[in-house]
């Protein structure tokens, strides 16, 4: 099974602020891996796909790169709208997995 | 306009059976991969199950193997997930998600969520 390390756990952030998120796979996982943000009590939106394909509808401050194990999920200036809980994913191999997630929280 | 629309949660004792169901629209049911995701409260993602587009691929976290089960009827545009001998642990909100396309696994697309509660 693929483990997924995201890093940080929580960022204290303000709006306006940029903001790097780490997603880390225990093997390599090519460009198969996908960000999504879970605002409170909502369900969950891909953000990104495929490392850096942004999905239908999903703002240009979001951007994503990465390749084999290493990714990261840059949001270049921070909305109100923003602060949320990240998850990344992998459709590497079986069983798919999520990393434990980034809660993005207001300075 | 894609909706998911969840349904079949519940309390259940441990031990004890639920399917859920899923029904889609807004798109071409049968031409997509469809996934079940988890989330315990107060935690994070767990994916579960996943079906392809013909329902004859189907893939189960090692968690539910043996116990869940995961169908489609592409007729009805629906995706189910039968749940047997459920444990304590299997509480969580169940999410119905769809593919990308007809091969990429990401969630594209959630529903709602449904809640399942497993206790005496």
């Known amino acids: 099974e693929i483990v997924l390390t995201q890093s940080p756990a929580t960022l204290s952030l303000s709006p306006g602020e940029r903001v790097t998120l780490s997603c880390r796979a225990s093997q390599s996982v090519t460009r198969s891996l996908a960000w999504y943000q879970q605002r409170p009590g909502q369900a969950p939106r891909l953000l990104i796909y495929d490392a850096s394909i942004r999905a239908t509808g999903i703002p240009a401050r979001f951007s994503g790169s990465g390749s084999g194990t290493d990714f990261t999920l840059t949001i270049s200036s921070l909305e109100p709208e923003d602060f949320a809980v990240y998850y990344c994913?992998?459709?590497?191999?079986?069983?798919?997995?999520f990393g434990g997630g980034t809660k993005v929280e207001i300075k | 306009e894609v909706q998911l629309l969840e349904s079949g949660g519940g309390l259940v004792q441990p031990g004890g059976s639920l399917r859920l169901s899923c029904a889609a629209s807004?798109?071409?049911?049968?031409?997509?991969?469809m996934t079940w995701v988890r989330q315990a409260p107060g935690t994070g993602l767990e994916w579960v199950s996943a079906?392809?587009?013909?329902?004859?691929?189907?893939y189960y976290a090692d968690s539910v193997k043996g116990r869940f089960s995961i169908s489609r009827d592409n007729s009805r545009s629906t995706l189910y997930l039968q749940m047997n001998s459920l444990r304590a642990e299997d509480t969580a909100i169940y999410y119905c998600?769809?593919?990308?396309?007809?091969?990429?696994?990401?969630?594209?697309?959630w529903g709602q969520g449904v809640l399942v509660t497993v206790s005496s």
């Open positions: 807004g798109f071409t049911f049968s031409t997509y991969v």
């Open positions: 079906a392809d587009s013909g329902g004859y691929g189907t």
């Open positions: 998600t769809k593919g990308v396309d007809g091969s990429n696994w990401f969630a594209e697309f």
């Open positions: 994913q992998h459709r590497k191999n079986w069983p798919l997995t």
